[in-house]
Nanobody, 129 residues
Framework: QVELVESGGGSVQAGGSLSLSCRVPTNIYLRGCVGWHRRQAPEKEREGVAGFYFGVDKAYYSDSARGRFTISLDNSKNTLTLEMNDLKPEDTGVYYC?????????????????????WGQGTQVTVSS
């Protein structure tokens, strides 16, 4: 049973910052991929926010996240952190970390993201205006 450990999130006012962390197994950290998707409302489709491919050390961001969100790595803990700045009310939602050693492309597309095998429990982010 592969487990992704998510932490972070919370509530903040618009313009504030939050971070989300996702700890993954070593085999994924060495050669896999990790992404974050969010669900803004139960009836809405999940939206890809950010992703990272370890094989090429490259991060990808959605148009809404680019320039405000940044992925950083902690190699000593096999942990990725999504730093979210200048948060907006529309960033509110449940954020899910997912990972795999087999990496679809593009990772942020919902149909591709759903192919990932390992998922975190989800973390709530609430941004008030």
């Amino acid at each position: 049973q592969v487990e992704l450990v998510e932490s972070g999130g919370g509530s903040v006012q618009a313009g504030g910052s939050l971070s989300l962390s996702c700890r993954v197994p070593t085999n994924i950290y060495l050669r896999g991929c990790v992404g974050w998707h969010r669900r803004q409302a139960p009836e809405k489709e999940r939206e890809g926010v950010a992703g990272f491919y370890f094989g090429v050390d490259k991060a990808y961001y959605s148009d809404s996240a680019r320039g405000r969100f940044t992925i950083s790595l902690d190699n000593s803990k096999n942990t990725l952190t999504l730093e979210m700045n200048d948060l907006k009310p529309e960033d509110t939602g449940v954020y899910y970390c997912a990972a795999d050693t087999t990496c679809p492309f593009p990772l942020l597309r919902a149909a591709k993201f759903q192919q990932l095998s390992y998922w975190g429990q989800g973390t709530q982010v609430t941004v008030s205006s």
